[in-house]
């Protein structure tokens, strides 16, 4: 532990923060995409993705092989001179649990607590610290940030996150709703707030995270109060693979009459269903859009599911908010498909009011996470100094 404090007070000592290069870093179980940004003005300097990382015939074996080749085409690319430029590195890491409400200095017994997620995040945690082992062993001098997914969403009230379930359950293992992208629904709503002039806490807002991986927020004076997302990224709206809301009764029943193992169940519902699993095409909007175009009624039966549920949410979290300023859409669905906004927009507008804004907000989750990775660094050389 001396060593680490140590390590700590030099690494912030040093650090006019006039200019601070953060490097953010999102890990999948194969990919490594990476952004660079100058701070305090938040202004993007490079970014990238490595992909392939362990698949067969990949030169690239393991994540820190991946981190290595982060850092070469940095350094190739002239974003930077040196790795000892960069100031700090921040971690998008998708599952906290109630043990993280905020971002946090990443050390032994954060990443204990991590590892301790992976059960109820089998999918993405253990990348996540792949990544974070990876960038601690490229540069074991520099602070390094964990950014959780989850941590937007400790706001939402027990009577909202909490499942009708025996009590007991919640209690030993915290089976309850997390929610997750918060850190681009928070980026979003904070945008929202720039663009209407207002400020951030006085607004009712929701937020439409609409990608591969679809959620909806709702946001009332700056505080995320539900989410769709539940227990884990499963819960929900219809997404690009994963099934969203279902009767678990039905799961039951499928198991037992395709004698189906825990393992392979998860697996349709994760990576199967949604609107890869209703079209039969595909979990890309595209391609569903152009089959749908040309008459094919399950591309068709894919788009108007996925259509209803979102207005479904909607209009739920505009009751639960009592009104909305502005209702956001943003992610890669969100911001690339003006017909599919325009037509939940012709819905709603039916029923909401015109003083509520519809708009559509590019997110950067990058750019949140290094501001928040930059301010744990300031605060922290702040207090070190006290």
């Known amino acids: 532990m001396k060593k680490n404090n140590k390590r700590e007070k030099g690494a912030y000592s040093k650090y006019s923060f006039q200019s601070v290069k953060i490097l953010t870093i999102n890990c999948g179980s194969s990919s490594i995409k990476y952004k660079l940004y100058s701070f305090p003005r938040g202004k993007l300097i490079a970014s990238g993705l490595v992909e392939r990382i362990g698949e067969q015939r990949s030169p690239i074996s393991t994540h820190t092989e991946g981190m290595k080749l982060v850092f070469d085409k940095l350094l190739a690319g002239g974003a930077i001179k040196h790795i000892d430029e960069i100031s700090a590195v921040g971690h998008r890491v998708v599952h906290g649990a109630e043990e993280f409400r905020q971002p946090h200095i990443i050390d032994k017994r954060v990443i204990k607590k991590i590892k301790e997620c992976v059960n109820i995040a089998p999918l993405h945690n253990p990348a996540n610290l792949e990544g974070i082992k990876a960038a601690l062993h490229t540069l074991p001098k520099v602070p390094q940030v964990a950014v959780f997914d989850t941590a937007f969403h400790h706001t939402i009230p027990d009577y909202?996150?909490?499942?009708?379930?025996?009590?007991?359950?919640?209690?030993?293992?915290?089976?309850?709703?997390?929610?997750?992208?918060?850190?681009?629904?928070?980026?979003?709503?904070?945008?929202?707030?720039?663009?209407?002039?207002?400020?951030?806490?006085?607004?009712?807002?929701?937020?439409?995270?609409?990608?591969?991986?679809?959620?909806?927020?709702?946001?009332?004076?700056?505080?995320?109060?539900?989410?769709?997302?539940?227990?884990?990224?499963?819960?929900?709206?219809?997404?690009?693979?994963?099934?969203?809301?279902?009767?678990?009764?039905?799961?039951?029943?499928?198991?037992?009459?395709?004698?189906?193992?825990?393992?392979?169940?998860?697996?349709?519902?994760?990576?199967?269903?949604?609107?890869?699993?209703?079209?039969?095409?595909?979990?890309?909007?595209?391609?569903?859009?152009?089959?749908?175009?040309?008459?094919d009624k399950l591309s068709k039966l894919a788009l108007d599911m996925f259509i209803y549920r979102i207005k479904k949410y909607i209009g739920a979290y505009y009751m639960i908010l009592e009104g909305a300023d502005a209702i956001c859409f943003t992610a890669g669905i969100g911001e690339n498909n003006p017909e599919l906004v325009a037509k939940i927009k012709r819905s709603i507008i039916k029923i909401i009011p015109k003083e509520t804004k519809i708009l559509v907000v590019p997110t950067d989750e990058g750019l949140m996470i290094a501001s928040l990775t930059f301010n744990i660094l300031r605060n922290t050389a702040g207090a070190k100094k006290k």
């Open 160 to 295: 909202a996150y909490m499942y009708a379930i025996p009590i007991k359950y919640y209690k030993k293992y915290k089976v309850r709703k997390y929610g997750f992208h918060g850190t681009s629904h928070q980026y979003v709503a904070q945008k929202a707030a720039e663009i209407l002039g207002r400020p951030f806490n006085k607004l009712k807002l929701i937020t439409c995270h609409l990608g591969n991986g679809c959620s909806i927020t709702a946001i009332n004076k700056g505080k995320s109060v539900d989410t769709s997302m539940g227990f884990t990224p499963l819960e929900g709206l219809m997404m690009g693979t994963r099934c969203g809301d279902i009767d678990v009764a039905a799961v039951f029943y499928l198991m037992n009459k395709e004698k189906l193992s825990l393992h392979k169940i998860d697996n349709i519902l994760n990576k199967r269903s949604g609107l890869l699993g209703v079209s039969g095409i595909s979990n890309d909007m595209r391609p569903i859009k152009e089959a749908a175009r040309k008459g």
